[in-house]
């Protein structure tokens, strides 16, 4: 198991997601405290012509081979009827966060001159609860107290889970674009659980040490979890400084 955070009690985990879609191509750039990703996804107006993601910073030395088994599995699909790609793409073969890029990509492909710009922040949990919100495009969208991983505020929405069972009831309650920046802010209570640990020296806290289920993403799946590696330096705290989100400095 990894060491806890002893910061952890007085940070702000951010992450920023920009999307911009063109003719016959969407891009995608992600980055928070663990990641910072950009993804290219091109087509013909008819299928997927190419996905193309750019791994700036990961948290393990295998990340970036999971980017095989997306491009298998989507580049000539039509993108009629494409089915939901989270239960498409096998999660051990695949990068949670580039899976979601890329369903964000497929989502405005018709939409040239698009662009939308999110904003995600969630408090380290302080006395049982965590605040987290997300803003598009600058303006307030969602803000959620949530306690054991369940919301607690808004009243309306009390109960709800955040982790296992969140996207069913996301689905009935939120209709797009409250549903895309829902699941974004879903994404970003998930990873902002990191924050808890401090897996320093790297050295010492390869994959197969962290006690994750075996299957989760790619690097936590063997083969390649049996030698995935921290990369030393990946983690940034953005709590103050919000200006160096999508700069993608390794």
């Not at 009243?155 to 309650?173: I, S, V």
């Not at 209709?175 to 640990?197: H, K, N």
């Amino acid at each position: 198991m990894l060491p806890p955070n002893p910061d952890y009690g007085r940070g702000i985990f951010r992450r920023q997601v920009r999307i911009r879609a063109g003719v016959r191509e969407v891009h995608v750039d992600l980055e928070d405290s663990n990641h910072a990703f950009r993804l290219v996804l091109r087509h013909d107006g008819e299928r997927v012509t190419a996905i193309e993601p750019q791994y700036v910073r990961h948290p393990f030395t295998t990340c970036p081979e999971s980017s095989r088994f997306l491009v298998a599995t989507l580049v000539g699909r039509s993108l009629a009827g494409m089915p939901d790609i989270r239960r498409a793409l096998e999660t051990r073969y695949s990068c949670t966060h580039v899976t979601d890029m890329t369903a964000l990509a497929l989502g405005h492909v018709d939409e040239a001159g698009f662009e939308r710009l999110y904003d995600i922040a969630v408090d380290d949990e302080r006395e049982g609860r965590t605040r987290a919100r997300i803003r598009r495009d600058g303006q307030p969208v969602h803000e959620w107290i949530i306690a054991r991983h369940a919301i607690v505020e808004p009243a309306a929405l009390a109960g709800r889970p955040m982790m296992q069972g969140f996207f069913a009831w996301a689905r009935e309650t939120f209709t797009d674009p409250a549903f895309e920046a829902a699941t974004m802010l879903q994404r970003g209570y998930f990873v902002a659980q990191a924050r808890r640990s401090e897996p320093t020296p790297e050295r010492d806290h390869p994959a197969i040490g962290d006690g994750m289920p075996q299957g989760v993403c790619y690097s936590y799946s063997s083969p390649a979890v049996e030698r995935a590696t921290r990369i030393v330096g990946s983690r940034r705290d953005f709590t103050q400084d919000t200006g160096a989100l999508l700069n993608f400095e390794r």
